[in-house]
């Protein structure tokens, strides 16, 4: 009986001693990993969790360090990826309870994707000259004007030159009747961009040399409608809207159907090209559609 009472009291202030204990909580990080790229930006989330206890956002409560601040600078939370190529790691304190969580960061520069040549198309008499640009999108989101950056060049200079030097970088001069692909290239990538330019020098009714769709690309709701329009470019520089005149397709009519106004459908989900032509099927434009669930 004795014996009993004696492990009665001692199970008893075990349990008193445990419950007085102070718990030690985790910190949770989130992400734990992840890759950005030169220029962009993460907020971290942060997690204090008891076991067995209560959960709390301390985002905005704990102190933070990186392990290289060449790479990754951190304030409040928000990860800027910077210069370099490497992994970073992002400590996290909470001064309140000692607990501490990491991420880690790779990082890697800042590049060319695409380069979007602007206008798309465009029409000159002779002797004509047109300022083309150049825009880059890169792999962190951004874009950027890279007109005096590229290296320019003609497809055909006998139908029209582009000026490359500093001065006249992105100048198109038309020279004879014909078209050429105006090019905007970066040397370091090799990622190259292009335009059409087409050169006229007829003195009667101007003639239609390309068709741009709008909009392109093109992101539908499942069940949605959505209207496509056709600008015609055309001999004489000019534009004129050819939605009506032209003849619309879908690539995948079980994505998404469109009618002779232009007018697209979705079906289900997936990617289809819109393409609109005029009349003797000679003169093309199209756009990339996506229907979303």
Known sequence: MRGSLV???FAVVSILFSCAQPQEPT???????RTLV???????TVTRRFAGGSVEDVTAKVAYTTSDKTLATVDKGIVVAGNG???????????TSDASGAATFTIVPAAITSIDVTPQFAALKKGQKRQFTATAHLNNGTTADVTTLVIWSS????????????????????????????????????????A?????????SPQLKALVVTPNPATIALGGKLQFQALGVMSDGTTQDK???VTWKSSRTDIATIDTTGLLTSVAAGDTTVTAADQAN???GSAAAKVTP
């Open 196 to 204: 059409t330019a087409f050169v006229s020098g007829d003195e009667g």
């Open 7 to 9: 492990a009665l009291v």
């Open 38 to 44: 030169t220029g962009q930006g993460l907020q971290l």
């Open 85 to 95: 190529n490497g992994s970073v790691i992002i400590r996290v304190f909470d001064p």
């Open 243 to 245: 939605t009506q005149e």
């Open 282 to 284: 000679t003169v093309k």
């Open 155 to 194: 497809s055909n200079e006998t139908a029209a030159t582009v000026g490359n030097t500093a001065a006249d970088k992105g100048l198109v001069t038309s020279v004879a009747n014909g078209e050429a692909d105006i090019l905007a290239t970066d040397a370091q990538s090799s990622v190259q961009g292009r």
């Open 27 to 33: 910190l949770e990080v989130s992400p734990t990993a």
